[in-house]
């Protein structure tokens, strides 16, 4: 019932160094890159520092109601 499919598949030419896949980078590119990723760690670092005091003085305020 299933047929074969018999249609010749084109070939795929080896990749050299000048057709790789690859992207460079200027300098100036990856100086951005580095600053952008200064900036998301500082401010996951600041998200994690406020719900880590908000979370303890929830705590404190419980606590100290007896709680």
Avoid: C, W
Avoid at 2 to 26: G, N, R, W
Avoid at 51 to 58: D, P
Wanted: hydrophobic share 40%; proline share 4%.
């Amino acid at each position: 019932m299933s047929e074969t499919d018999t249609t010749p598949k084109p070939e795929q030419p080896e990749a050299t160094d000048a057709q790789s896949d690859t992207v460079v980078l200027t300098d100036e590119q990856l100086k951005a890159r580095h600053n952008r990723n200064r900036a998301i760690a500082l401010g996951l670092f600041a998200f994690v520092g406020l719900i880590l005091v908000t979370t303890m003085v929830r705590l404190a305020t419980n606590y100290n109601m007896g709680g």
